[in-house]
């Protein structure tokens, strides 16, 4: 069980297009998720707190106008990275927890890696 | 907010040895301290975690122990083997609200056949 869905696996863009990428709980409900951006060889850096059926929740430093988060559902929510840049190429992961758990352990997704160029 | 810190950045032991990561937090609230193993280009996977109404934590090779009042805690890896080879993350969470994970900067371990 756990089982969190991401997509694409990989994308590359050009520069000043907007790409989308989906997290899904595919055998649990999550009514959070939460997106990390990765850096090569770096650590899991939170991008934002995704709510279901309401406004995410950004970190500081993490423009909301350019990282659209979406979670419209208990097992979907999306990032769309808006007008992208080359400084925006990096890993992109989800990850959530099945709302029905007492425990805190979260599922990461398999992660989206964004090239823009 | 919750700051938290990872020692050793690389780590390399002689398979068999024993390999031990460190993590110190800032945020007394945090009651919640879960480890995570990442290989190359993979998602991160939950090896261990550990709440803070427990001081140790044991799963086969691998052992979690938390000073609450120092406010560290550190992941113990007995009998090192090469498919332990990943980086470790730690990571501290308070429990409340959303649940945030808040990750400390990784440990590249090398296990030498």
């Known amino acids: 069980g756990a089982v969190v869905s991401q997509h694409p696996s990989w994308v590359i863009c050009k520069s000043g297009t907007s790409v989308k990428i989906e997290c899904r709980s595919l055998d649990f409900q999550a009514t959070t998720m939460f997106w990390y951006r990765q850096f090569p060889k770096q650590s899991l850096m939170l991008m934002a707190t995704?709510?279901?059926?309401?406004?995410?929740?950004?970190e500081q430093g993490v423009e909301k106008d350019k990282f659209l988060i979406n979670h419209a559902s208990l097992t979907l929510s999306t990032l769309t990275v808006t007008s992208a840049h080359p400084e925006d190429s990096s890993f992109y992961i989800c990850?959530?927890?099945?709302?029905?758990?007492?425990?805190?352990?979260?599922?990461f997704g398999s992660g989206t890696r964004l090239t823009v160029v | 907010g919750e700051n938290v810190e990872q020692h050793p950045s690389t780590l390399s032991v002689q398979e068999g040895d024993s390999a031990v990561i460190k993590c110190t937090y800032s945020?007394?609230?945090?009651?919640?301290f879960p480890w995570y193993k990442q290989e190359l280009g993979k998602r991160p996977q939950l090896i261990i975690d550990i709440r803070s109404n427990v001081g140790e934590k044991k799963d086969q090779r691998i052992a979690v122990t938390l000073n609450k009042t120092a406010k560290h805690f550190s992941l113990h890896i007995t009998e090192t083997q090469p498919e332990d080879s990943a980086v470790y993350f730690c990571a501290a969470s308070n429990g409340e609200g959303t649940y945030k994970y808040i990750f400390g900067t990784g440990t590249r371990l090398k296990v030498l056949a």
């Open positions: 995704s709510n279901e059926g309401s406004k995410a929740t950004y």
């Open positions: 990850s959530a927890r099945d709302s029905s758990r007492t425990d805190y352990g979260y599922t």
């Open positions: 945020d007394s609230a945090s009651n919640y």
